[in-house]
């Protein structure tokens, strides 16, 4: 029986399409199972885990803005080991490729967090050095080459999954802070995460978001996260999946010509819960038309 | 996807708007309306039921005009498309006998519904609606329906005249203010009081976390959780 053309391999991990729902906007896939058919996607990418977990940020989470929408959920989760026990078994049950996001305060709970995780049944370690929502480490490791490659050294001398290192677009040097991940061991890489952005309140004379600042995602930051990725992927030899706005099957064909093997979609699916399944459809409507064997064909073409 | 059968203001700033073709739900639950293809207001909008006929498969929203997206809402017309997501939420468990209904402003809009069920569950059992409003009053003739007493109160707060000490349930939905003074006199007198509680959400459905608020039984989720909880629960919250 010939393959799927939409099928692909990232990181030794086959995925029977390139479309990854993107961490933080589908939980461990309880929620949107009951509303979709979700073994139908290429993966899941869970809710960002920290070592003991947290409750997350106070005050106004969420703002919409033109074409998108700030937050500032602060990291939400149960710990590490409440995933590993409760929820990794459920998403293996759904079909898609398990990736858990495992972020930190630390050095240690991010070392911590992966030896749990290597008693899990997952298929890829999605390392967070980026979420811009968190005080401590989050993103403050993804800004610096040195720093953002000695967490993923370390992180993959531990990990028995492959590391895919999610990288913030909030870093000065992206292109010099990839290669460093990748010298390092990683294995692969997400871009981008979201954009540091601000909201205020003009008639209350205040920041709308505790934190003042929050991450831009969405529509609107579409051509931003395409370049970066474009930069990334013509700059490493490991697999790139973008990330970035992406809301139809047109947009995450940008994404793959630009030189990502796969892609995350997250802020569309609040808007639209079925926009993974239509990009999903698109893609394969794509390969019929343009007679591609297989769409991988496409990837980094510009 | 949904169609529009009406959309007529029927007070200042405030809307009622008909739709079919989406699934009928239960008082207290709600849909996140979007207009299709607007990407520019990228989210849908979490609106209540305010009356749902599963008769005729007709879903009610009545609702205020206080941002960009729910202006845009009452810009659209009869036949128009609309992306009504849904119903999602826990609705109102209903209790057996004497029901006090109270809402304040917008929050008026899903207790109709809830009379409706209360009254159609048992023709016999007492409702009693306090609704009160800024200025302008809306759906009091619609309560009339279904409730043995509606008092309207224009200006000033209507729990100051709720009776928290009969043996009755108790709803409420409104303003924060409002929902803070009812959770009080409701403490007070030991009442069964249950709230629903809104705030800005993304999905609806329970994954972004963006709805969250504290609880005595830890973080719940406004939208998935609720977003009808006990006073009890979430007097933190409010």
């Given at each position: 029986?010939?393959?799927?053309?939409?099928?692909?391999?990232?990181?030794?991990?086959?995925?029977?399409?390139?479309?990854?729902?993107?961490?933080?906007?589908?939980?461990?896939?309880?929620?949107?199972?009951?509303?979709?058919?979700?073994?139908?996607?290429?993966?899941i990418s869970g809710k960002g885990l920290t070592l003991h977990g947290s409750a997350g940020n106070k005050g106004v989470?969420?703002?919409?803005?033109?074409?998108?929408?700030?937050?500032?959920?602060?990291?939400?989760?149960?710990?590490?080991?409440?995933?590993?026990?409760?929820?990794?078994?459920?998403?293996?049950?759904?079909?898609?490729?398990?990736?858990?996001?495992?972020?930190?305060?630390?050095?240690?709970?991010?070392?911590?967090?992966?030896?749990?995780?290597?008693?899990?049944?997952?298929?890829?370690?999605?390392?967070?050095?980026?979420?811009?929502?968190?005080?401590?480490?989050?993103?403050?490791?993804?800004?610096?080459?040195?720093?953002?490659?000695?967490?993923?050294?370390?992180?993959?001398?531990?990990?028995?999954?492959?590391?895919?290192?999610?990288?913030?677009?909030?870093?000065?040097?992206?292109?010099?802070?990839?290669?460093?991940?990748?010298?390092?061991?990683?294995?692969?890489?997400?871009?981008?995460?979201?954009?540091?952005?601000?909201?205020?309140?003009?008639?209350?004379?205040?920041?709308?978001?505790?934190?003042?600042?929050?991450?831009?995602?969405?529509?609107?930051?579409?051509?931003?996260?395409?370049?970066?990725?474009?930069?990334?992927?013509?700059?490493?030899?490991?697999?790139?999946?973008?990330?970035?706005?992406?809301?139809?099957?047109?947009?995450?064909?940008?994404?793959?010509?630009?030189?990502?093997?796969?892609?995350?979609?997250?802020?569309?699916?609040?808007?639209?819960?079925?926009?993974?399944?239509?990009?999903?459809?698109?893609?394969?409507?794509?390969?019929?038309?343009?007679?591609?064997?297989?769409?991988?064909?496409?990837?980094?073409?510009? | 996807?949904?169609?529009?059968?009406?959309?007529?203001?029927?007070?200042?700033?405030?809307?009622?708007?008909?739709?079919?073709?989406?699934?009928?739900?239960?008082?207290?639950?709600?849909?996140?309306?979007?207009?299709?293809?607007?990407?520019?207001?990228?989210?849908?909008?979490?609106?209540?039921?305010?009356?749902?006929?599963?008769?005729?498969?007709?879903?009610?929203?009545?609702?205020?005009?206080?941002?960009?997206?729910?202006?845009?809402?009452?810009?659209?017309?009869?036949?128009?498309?609309?992306?009504?997501?849904?119903?999602?939420?826990?609705?109102?468990?209903?209790?057996?006998?004497?029901?006090?209904?109270?809402?304040?402003?917008i929050g008026t809009a899903p207790l109709l519904q809830l009379a409706k069920e209360l009254r159609v569950g048992d023709?016999?059992?007492?409702?009693?609606?306090?609704?009160?409003?800024?200025?302008?009053?809306?759906?009091?003739?619609?309560?009339?329906?279904?409730?043995?007493?509606?008092?309207?109160?224009?200006?000033?707060?209507?729990?100051?005249?709720?009776?928290?000490?009969?043996?009755?349930?108790?709803?409420?939905?409104?303003?924060?203010?409002?929902?803070?003074?009812?959770?009080?006199?409701?403490?007070?007198?030991?009442?069964?009081?249950?709230?629903?509680?809104?705030?800005?959400?993304?999905?609806?459905?329970?994954?972004?976390?963006?709805?969250?608020?504290?609880?005595?039984?830890?973080?719940?989720?406004?939208?998935?959780?609720?977003?009808?909880?006990?006073?009890?629960?979430?007097?933190?919250?409010?």
């Amino acid at each position: 029986m010939p393959s799927s053309p939409l099928c692909l391999s990232l990181c030794g991990v086959a995925l029977q399409n390139p479309v990854i729902a993107a961490s933080g906007t589908f939980g461990f896939g309880h929620e949107y199972a009951e509303i979709l058919d979700v073994s139908r996607l290429g993966g899941i990418s869970g809710k960002g885990l920290t070592l003991h977990g947290s409750a997350g940020n106070k005050g106004v989470r969420v703002y919409e803005t033109p074409a998108g929408m700030l937050n500032s959920i602060g990291m939400e989760n149960p710990g590490v080991q409440h995933f590993v026990d409760r929820e990794a078994a459920f998403m293996r049950a759904l079909g898609p490729a398990v990736i858990a996001n495992l972020g930190g305060h630390c050095e240690e709970d991010y070392l911590e967090g992966t030896r749990l995780l290597n008693g899990a049944d997952i298929d890829i370690l999605e390392l967070n050095i980026s979420c811009p929502n968190v005080k401590a480490g989050g993103m403050a490791l993804g800004m610096l080459p040195d720093t953002a490659a000695d967490i993923t050294r370390k992180v993959k001398a531990v990990s028995r999954h492959p590391v895919m290192v999610k990288l913030s677009p909030n870093a000065s040097e992206l292109v010099r802070v990839a290669r460093a991940c990748q010298e390092a061991g990683a294995d692969a890489l997400s871009l981008v995460n979201t954009i540091l952005g601000m909201a205020i309140d003009v008639k209350e004379k205040c920041a709308v978001f505790d934190n003042i600042y929050a991450g831009l995602s969405g529509p609107a930051i579409l051509p931003i996260a395409l370049r970066m990725v474009h930069q990334v992927a013509h700059a490493v030899s490991i697999p790139v999946v973008g990330l970035g706005g992406i809301a139809s099957a047109e947009d995450a064909l940008k994404f793959m010509m630009a030189g990502a093997r796969a892609v995350q979609i997250g802020t569309m699916s609040f808007a639209n819960p079925s926009a993974m399944l239509e990009v999903i459809d698109g893609l394969a409507g794509y390969c019929a038309s343009e007679g591609l064997s297989n769409l991988q064909e496409i990837v980094g073409i510009i | 996807m949904a169609i529009i059968q009406s959309n007529q203001q029927i007070a200042q700033g405030i809307w009622r708007m008909a739709i079919s073709g989406a699934p009928t739900g239960r008082a207290g639950q709600f849909f996140m309306l979007r207009v299709p293809g607007a990407v520019n207001l990228l989210l849908g909008r979490p609106i209540s039921i305010c009356q749902s006929d599963a008769g005729t498969g007709e879903t009610t929203f009545v609702y205020q005009t206080v941002g960009r997206g729910t202006a845009q809402f009452a810009t659209l017309k009869p036949g128009q498309e609309i992306d009504a997501q849904g119903p999602y939420g826990n609705g109102f468990s209903l209790k057996e006998g004497h029901t006090v209904i109270i809402g304040g402003g917008i929050g008026t809009a899903p207790l109709l519904q809830l009379a409706k069920e209360l009254r159609v569950g048992d023709p016999d059992r007492r409702i009693d609606v306090y609704l009160g409003f800024r200025e302008e009053s809306y759906l009091e003739n619609a309560f009339e329906l279904y409730a043995d007493s509606v008092t309207v109160k224009r200006g000033g707060f209507v729990t100051g005249d709720v009776d928290f000490s009969l043996n009755a349930q108790y709803y409420a939905c409104g303003p924060a203010p409002m929902l803070r003074a009812v959770a009080n006199a409701a403490e007070k007198a030991n009442a069964t009081l249950f709230l629903s509680l809104e705030k800005h959400m993304a999905c609806g459905v329970g994954a972004c976390l963006g709805c969250t608020c504290q609880t005595n039984g830890g973080r719940k989720r406004i939208c998935k959780d609720g977003p009808v909880f006990d006073y009890r629960e979430v007097r933190d919250a409010i």
